[in-house]
């Protein structure tokens, strides 16, 4: 029988949020067992970004990275965020170990060509999550907290998309755990109403995906979230769950089928 892991991956809304974020720690800290906490952090990214007199722009709930974008994002993932996240669960006794796919070469990816004509400049497509160095760290009683960002093996940073990298990770490591992935962020799962706090999907599967997809229910960022999830299940990770940042015990929010 495999060792359970549970895989929290934490939205930019609830990381700018000191007491939100918190909570969160909090809670991620009494999960039992081997655990992995992936962050984002874009709305701090857009607003430093934007103190520089960057401009952000956002297709299909991805970010355009061109070469001062990328500046932006490794500082403020890799650095004021992550190192944030790591301090804040030493507080709390959890020996967390911060890191981006480039650190001991954890998550390699390409960088993306032009899709549909669009040039999403420094992204990153995953292709390799080195799964047995992640379980090493595990094992040696680690905690690893994963930045959005990968490498390309030739010297070269890539943005990559936070909800990317949990699936892609959690999907790596369902071949050495019994993983559950939850994705943790400022609404109670996923609402039929954005607006409407009542209006939770209990479950969502395939089906549903693409007909919400096609009658607008679902749109921008959480088109990649829900893409991602789905990746997640048909890779064989056990249970993946979408919901609030305080409720990430695994029995509220959306379930992924």
Same mark, same amino acid.
């Given at each position: 029988?495999?060792?359970?892991?549970?895989?929290?991956?934490?939205?930019? $809304?609830?990381?700018?949020?000191?007491?939100?974020?918190?909570?969160?720690? @909090?809670?991620?800290?009494?999960? +039992?067992?081997?655990?992995?906490?992936?962050?984002?952090?874009?709305?701090?990214?857009?607003?430093?970004?934007? $103190?520089?007199?960057?401009?952000?722009?956002?297709?299909?709930?991805?970010?355009?990275?061109?070469?001062? #974008?990328? *500046?932006?994002?490794? #500082?403020?993932?890799?650095?004021?965020?992550?190192?944030?996240?790591? !301090?804040?669960?030493?507080?709390?006794?959890?020996?967390?170990?911060?890191?981006?796919? $480039?650190?001991?070469?954890?998550?390699?990816?390409?960088?993306?060509?032009? @899709?549909?004509?669009?040039?999403?400049? &420094?992204?990153?497509?995953?292709?390799?999550?080195?799964?047995?160095?992640?379980?090493?760290?595990?094992?040696?009683?680690?905690?690893?907290?994963?930045?959005? %960002?990968?490498?390309?093996?030739?010297?070269? #940073?890539?943005?990559?998309?936070?909800?990317?990298?949990?699936?892609?990770?959690?999907?790596?490591?369902?071949?050495?755990?019994?993983?559950?992935?939850?994705?943790? &962020? *400022?609404?109670?799962?996923? %609402?039929?109403?954005?607006?409407?706090? *009542?209006?939770?999907?209990?479950?969502?599967?395939?089906?549903? &995906? +693409?007909?919400?997809?096609?009658?607008?229910?679902?749109?921008?960022?959480?088109?990649?979230?829900?893409?991602?999830?789905? !990746? !997640?299940?048909?890779?064989?990770? /056990?249970?993946?769950?979408?919901?609030?940042?305080?409720?990430?015990? /695994?029995?509220?929010?959306? #379930?992924?089928?």
């Amino acid at each position: 029988m495999k060792e359970k892991l549970t895989i929290v991956k934490v939205g930019g $809304a609830v990381v700018e949020d000191e007491a939100q974020l918190r909570q969160l720690l @909090k809670d991620f800290a009494a999960i +039992e067992g081997a655990k992995i906490l992936v962050h984002g952090g874009g709305r701090r990214a857009t607003k430093v970004a934007g $103190a520089l007199g960057i401009e952000t722009k956002m297709v299909d709930g991805r970010r355009i990275t061109d070469a001062d #974008m990328l *500046e932006v994002v490794t #500082m403020v993932y890799g650095g004021l965020v992550n190192k944030h996240v790591v !301090a804040s669960l030493q507080a709390l006794g959890v020996n967390a170990i911060g890191l981006t796919g $480039a650190d001991g070469d954890i998550i390699r990816s390409v960088k993306r060509p032009l @899709k549909n004509g669009i040039d999403y400049g &420094f992204v990153g497509d995953v292709k390799r999550v080195d799964a047995d160095k992640i379980a090493h760290l595990i094992d040696k009683e680690l905690i690893p907290v994963i930045a959005p %960002l990968t490498h390309d093996g030739q010297g070269n #940073m890539l943005n990559t998309n936070a909800d990317t990298m949990a699936s892609e990770t959690a999907k790596a490591m369902a071949a050495l755990y019994d993983v559950t992935l939850i994705y943790s &962020f *400022e609404k109670r799962g996923v %609402l039929s109403n954005p607006d409407d706090d *009542e209006s939770l999907i209990p479950v969502i599967t395939r089906a549903d &995906f +693409e007909r919400y997809k096609a009658d607008g229910t679902i749109s921008g960022g959480m088109l990649p979230k829900i893409e991602n999830a789905l !990746a !997640a299940v048909d890779a064989g990770v /056990g249970r993946v769950i979408i919901t609030l940042a305080t409720a990430i015990d /695994g029995k509220h929010g959306t #379930m992924i089928r």
